[in-house]
């Protein structure tokens, strides 16, 4: 999910009553549901497609969840001592207990894969035991709804707080509907896989139920076919059918070709990533490849990769 949907959780987790437990919890818990994502500073050093295969990776397995949040309990923890040294600490801060500072962070670490793994961009969840990718397929990585109740229940609960109320509640009825608002999406994403997709011939090899922007009760259909095209197609509630017209992009068939491991690293890179790879024929007749989750010719150096001493044929009519 994208950085402003970690901080809203990390946040309502802690107007939800965890900030109590110690001094510096709030940072803990919305730093920590962002930390993960350190792993986005390979745009330094990798190129086009490489990043790909890196993202999502290692700072989000099992090892990192647990050292990820000693680091930074320990940089804050650091801080609520330099800060006391040097007479700047803020008298209405609660005294800071390194356990209960670990464990804050750590519950915001947690969060992160969590909806990391809900959308259709996937998670290795495993990483370095396992390369495997997981795929939630439950919301687009950018959920307005979801924006609005976590927003909601933090100023409401921080209202409170204000006022001398009971502010914890309100954090609780946040989190509680944002799990039923989660459960909901993962019930359609579930119906369609369950009921699309296998009604109609020519029967799809895979397919793949995409949440998309805004409405999330909508699902894209996308589908691949026996002669390796991927279509998509929109669910308008009362039957599905995959009609080439409804193609997003004019497919190719790839000619055999052979590259060692390790002769095209961005190749490498996207090939390990792609979930639904598809090629399509360039002006020279060359191959470009994306994968129909994120097709966006504009969006060409993030989510595609050219391969120019390859050719490609058309593929039959549909």
């Known amino acids: 999910m994208d950085n402003l949907t970690h901080s ?5 987790l802690g107007q ?12 803990a818990l919305i730093i920590g549901a962002n930390l993960p994502d350190v792993d986005a500073a390979c ?24 050292l990820l949040p000693l680091v930074l309990a320990g940089l804050l923890w650091a801080f609520d001592r330099w800060q006391t040294q040097r007479g700047t600490r803020p008298e209405g801060r609660l005294p800071v207990r390194f356990g209960w500072l670990y464990a804050m962070a750590f519950i915001g670490c947690l969060s992160h894969p969590f909806f990391d793994w809900l959308n259709v961009y996937g998670i290795r969840l495993l990483e370095p035991f396992s390369s495997q990718w997981f795929y939630g397929d439950t919301l687009f990585i950018i959920d307005p709804w979801l924006w609005g109740l976590l927003i909601a229940a933090v100023w409401v609960s921080r209202r ?3 006022a001398g109320g009971a502010w914890a509640r309100a954090g609780q009825v946040g989190i509680a509907a944002m799990l039923a608002y989660v459960g909901l999406n993962g019930a359609i994403t579930r119906l369609n896989y369950e009921t699309r997709g296998t009604r109609t011939e020519p029967y799809p090899l895979a397919h793949i139920a995409a949440p998309v922007p805004f409405e999330f009760w909508r699902r894209e259909q996308i589908v691949e076919l026996g002669d390796g095209r991927w279509i998509s197609s929109d669910w308008d509630g009362t039957d599905f059918g995959y009609g080439y017209a409804n193609s997003k992009a004019v497919q190719c068939k790839v000619r055999p070709f052979t590259v060692a491991p390790g ?12 979930r639904a790879p598809f090629a399509t024929r360039a002006a020279d007749g060359s ?13 060409r150096d993030r989510f595609s990769v050219a391969l120019p001493d390859v050719r490609c044929e058309e593929l039959p009519a549909g």
């Open 8 to 12: 809203l959780v990390g946040a309502v």
């Open 16 to 27: 939800a009553g965890l900030k109590r437990t110690t001094g510096l919890a709030m940072p």
């Open 43 to 66: 745009f330094f050093w990798l190129e086009g497609t490489e990043h790909l295969a890196f993202r999502r990776g290692v700072t989000h397995g099992p090892p990192a969840l647990v």
């Open 160 to 162: 409170r707080e204000k």
């Open 263 to 274: 002769e095209n690293t961005q190749l490498d890179a996207f090939l390990f990533w792609s």
């Open 287 to 299: 191959v470009i490849l994306y994968d129909a989750r994120f097709y966006d010719p504009r969006a």
